[in-house]
């Protein structure tokens, strides 16, 4: 059966019958795909008890639907086009062919090295092919491959190793971000001072950096893929076997494991990568994330692979060597489909339309736009300028526990409408609770985002913590899935998301819980408290605020402010650096000590003129003092 939407029609009647009958819906879609054992049973869920699975008894390996199933067809078609950080280095493409030999040489290599079906394994790489290659030979063989994003520092790396038992680490000499380059290797031996599990590092050499390679412990990737056979036989996987975990940010405690499971994410990135962009064969398909994020997952690897698409892979940033970059880009490779995040756009817009103009763009036909409200302005920009007035923007809303998008337009069938994420996408039901978790039923209504029935490609469990998997997402509205998102359905059942109700932050597309950035501003010797909020910042979508109670004798509040950002630099990454440091003599709080972060958010945002009650407080006067402080500066 072609599981491809065409018209709008089309879109309702797949809809309807996703939720009619969702076992056989689902049962459908999944024949497209290759089984070495079909399932028994199509899903089975339980949301109060926890418990979720989707093909039950089926056996696969996801690697087999990228490459075997395909090569007979696909073998010569590019898979990877990459390009590099410096637009003069000369850039590489991969067929399928190409790339699945990569890949059957890395697992060899995997398995050279003891690393067995089940072990963990973490990639601390720049956008490379060798990256991609790593992270589907661990899939070929069974491993779990987590990745860390390659901008956190040597704490977070560390704290995700040991948190995962990691028993590798994969990572480079260095990286290229625009002009600098960045002494990875150096992060990765930092943070392994502080990890016992990890008895091997495989280096891919790139950036030639001088580095320290450990006997008996660190190898060169070169070397290692140089002496392996090139054929390889891939695992048999249990649909419910993990294929990844990939850490995230909540709004209490240290980051979470999510942890994904093989056959219903396969079944379902795949789905919405063919339907949400309308990707044809021949097409060119560019996602401008980076794979330690859940959407270079999802959609720079999983989806277009296992669509047989061709994707490209981007080493740098837009602004290198100039803001035209990704235009250059798009014009060399005729990128068809191109989807990026609002922050992106709006950072490119205030360079203004000279560098787009040098371009022609003419290739585009999709663009797509993911992990963050797009605000109208920067949506009507792209939508203009970039997609010349006849490109339909996917605004795509979903998380990393979702695993793949969920609310979208699909391209050119669903109308769109500047800053909505529309309609579900079939098999989804989302639902709007009020706070005290009653539906709120019909259009014009918002509130908190839920979704009531199971997908396939949702997060299973958080690793090594299930009881904490349950509480954030299935226990504020039980049986239901919490996005921890506010949402609104207009008059015309549409849905445009609020942002978060919690105390997570969206800061350039990256997610911070307000806690893990007030832990790592505690950390210096001479802060007392902290409390951290977002505040809408014009390129970032939110920025950091930290109100901060410090020991000021004999200091300056200018340096206190650079070791305060470099303290959270180093325990996090320089992606959480605080934008604004507010030094107060006291933080607002409840009578249960519990601070009143309403009243921060409201000062931050500089709406003080209604705060609301604060005569709950046990201190209400802070309150004024700290707005006469902030009117100081
Ligand atoms: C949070 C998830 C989805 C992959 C990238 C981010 C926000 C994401 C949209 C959108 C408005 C969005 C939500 C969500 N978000 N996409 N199209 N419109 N908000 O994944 O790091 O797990 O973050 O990003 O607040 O909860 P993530």
């Known amino acids: 059966m072609s599981s491809k939407i065409e018209t709008l029609s089309g879109y309702f009647h797949d809809y309807q019958k996703s939720i009619v009958n969702p076992h056989r819906f689902w049962s459908r879609i999944a024949e497209n795909s290759h089984w070495r054992e079909k399932w028994t049973k199509v899903v089975e869920h339980d949301f109060k008890k926890l418990s979720i699975k989707w093909f039950i008894d089926g056996k696969l390996n996801i690697t087999e639907n990228i490459f075997e199933k395909n090569l007979f067809i696909f073998g010569d078609k590019p898979a990877i086009i990459w390009e590099a950080n410096d637009p003069n280095e000369k850039g590489v493409t991969l067929s399928y062919r190409e790339l699945f030999i990569e890949v059957c040489k890395f697992s060899n290599v995997l398995l050279k090295h003891g690393i067995k079906k089940g072990d963990r394994v973490i990639l601390y790489m720049p956008m490379i092919p060798e990256a991609a290659i790593a992270m589907l030979a661990c899939a070929r063989i069974g491993a779990v491959h987590s990745i860390v994003f390659a901008g956190f520092s040597a704490q977070s790396l560390a704290e995700r190793i040991n948190d995962c038992d990691a028993k590798m680490v994969l990572t480079s000499d260095g990286n290229y971000r625009g002009a600098k380059v960045i002494p990875v290797k150096d992060v990765v031996d930092e943070a392994l001072k502080q990890c016992s599990s990890v008895n091997k590092v495989i280096v891919v050499k790139r950036t030639k950096t001088e580095v320290t390679m450990k006997a008996h412990q660190d190898l060169w990737w070169h070397e290692e893929i140089s002496e392996v056979s090139d054929v390889n036989i891939a695992e048999t996987m249990d649909s419910e076997d993990l294929l990844f975990i990939l850490y995230t940010s909540g709004s209490t405690g240290k980051p979470k494991g999510v942890v994904h499971t093989t056959g219903g994410y396969m079944v379902y990135t795949k789905y919405t990568f063919e339907n949400v962009f309308q990707y044809s064969q021949g097409d060119v398909y560019w996602c401008t994330a980076d794979i330690g994020w859940i959407t270079g997952h999802s959609y720079i ?233 977002g505040f809408a910042h014009d390129i970032k979508g939110q920025g950091i605020y930290a109100y901060v109670i410090c020991d000021m004798t004999n200091r300056s509040e200018a340096s206190l402010n650079l070791e305060i950002r470099e303290m959270v630099s180093n325990m996090i990454g320089p992606l959480a650096k605080p934008d604004i440091i507010q030094f107060v003599p006291d933080l607002p709080k409840t009578r249960s000590g519990k601070i009143m972060r309403r009243i921060l958010r409201k000062i931050a945002e500089n709406d003080t003129s209604n705060l609301g009650d604060t005569s709950t407080l046990l201190n209400p006067e802070v309150v004024d003092a700290i707005i006469k402080s902030v009117n100081k500066k």
């Open 301 to 533: 690897i999983y989806g277009p692979l296992l669509a047989g698409a061709t994707t490209l892979m981007f080493e740098g940033i837009p602004t290198y060597p100039d803001a035209g970059r990704f235009w250059e880009i798009v014009d060399k490779y005729k990128v068809n489909q191109f989807y990026t995040a609002p922050t992106a756009i709006r950072a490119l817009q205030t360079h203004g339309i000279e560098p787009v103009l040098k371009h022609s763009l003419a290739s585009l036909k999709v663009l797509g736009s993911v992990g963050e409200p797009i605000n109208e302005e920067a949506w009507h920009w792209y939508h203009d300028h970039i997609g010349k007035g006849r490109c339909p923007i996917v605004d795509t809303w979903w998380q990393t526990e979702t695993g793949g998008i969920m609310l979208s337009p699909i391209a050119g069938v669903t109308p769109t409408k500047p800053a909505y994420a529309t309609l579900p996408m079939p098999g989804i039901l989302p639902v709007i609770l009020d706070n005290d978790g009653v539906e709120l039923i019909g259009n014009s209504v918002e509130g908190n985002l839920c979704i009531q029935f199971p997908w396939p490609s949702m997060i299973r469990t958080i690793y090594g913590d299930h009881k904490r998997c349950f509480e954030t997402y299935f226990s504020q509205f039980p049986g239901y899935y919490f996005s921890g998102d506010g949402v609104k359905r207009d008059e015309d059942g549409y849905y445009r998301i609020l942002g978060r109700v919690d105390d997570v932050i969206n800061v350039s597309g990256h997610r911070l819980g307000t806690a893990e950035v007030e832990n790592a501003i505690n950390e210096h010797p001479l802060v007392v408290e902290s409390a951290v909020v």
